[in-house]
């Protein structure tokens, strides 16, 4: 599955930076309004390059977030053809959503819907800040009609936007229709500012959910 899905989520995701760019320069909008640009250009950096500002511990409950869910992404094949995009976008085999039907905790988690048979899924979490000598990671997941357990992997990047280590399949996600917690350790590469976190499957029937709640990140020296 490694080989399949991994070098595809790098390559899709500057694509689809690449992408909103040229939809950019083609539209009215930037027409009408040059003075757009300067923004523009700021949220690609944003987007391709990790800040490099000192991390925190960060916690990600889904309680302060905007329903289109930024920083998230989903990568899964259909009919061979591997696609990735942002997770509350229409359209795509599984969509993202704010759910406050039974959430871990607080009034929301996060929902994640298969409209179609997917194959070598992933959800991950982009470009999170962090620093220090180790990680540990844990979240909250349950799911529904998936049929398989899934694997969390942990990708550490420079301050650069290299990426410098893959953590495949780390921890195993058993299918449960309960919440059940997910924890990991990792340690960081001197040069790490950013992580990316995804939880994947190497393939999902249409009608599964996946719920994710309480995302913690714990930095240690
Ligand atoms: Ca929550």
């Not at 490694?2 to 930037?30: C, G, W, Y």
């Not at 992997?153 to 990426?163: A, H």
């Not at 058993?174 to 924890?183: F, N, R």
């Amino acid at each position: 599955m490694e080989d399949h899905i991994e070098p595809a989520v790098h390559t899709l995701a500057m694509r689809s930076v690449i992408q909103s760019f040229r939809n950019f320069v083609k539209s009215p909008e930037r027409q009408k309004n040059c003075s757009l640009w300067p923004a523009f250009l700021v949220a690609i950096l944003c987007a391709v390059w990790p800040v490099g500002a000192q991390a925190q511990d960060e916690s990600f409950d889904f309680e302060n977030i905007a329903p289109n869910l930024p920083g998230w992404r989903g990568l899964g094949s259909v009919d061979s053809e591997q696609k990735s995009w942002g997770l509350s976008q229409p359209g795509f085999p599984f969509i993202g959503s704010l759910d406050g039907t039974q959430p871990h905790a607080g009034g929301n988690c996060l929902k994640v819907e298969f409209t179609q048979d997917v194959t070598n899924v992933g959800i991950m979490l982009m470009n999170a800040p962090v620093s220090g000598g180790s990680l540990e990671v844990s979240f909250f997941i349950r799911s529904e009609g998936i049929g398989a357990d899934g694997l969390v992997s942990l990708y550490q990047y420079d301050s650069g936007g290299q990426r410098t280590q893959l953590h495949w399949g780390i921890s195993k996600v058993q299918e449960s229709s309960t919440w059940s917690e997910v924890t990991c350790k990792i340690n960081l590469l001197p040069d790490t500012a950013s992580i990316r976190f995804s939880v994947s499957y190497p393939s999902v029937p249409a009608g599964a959910k996946i719920w994710i709640d309480d995302i913690t990140l714990k930095m240690s020296n």
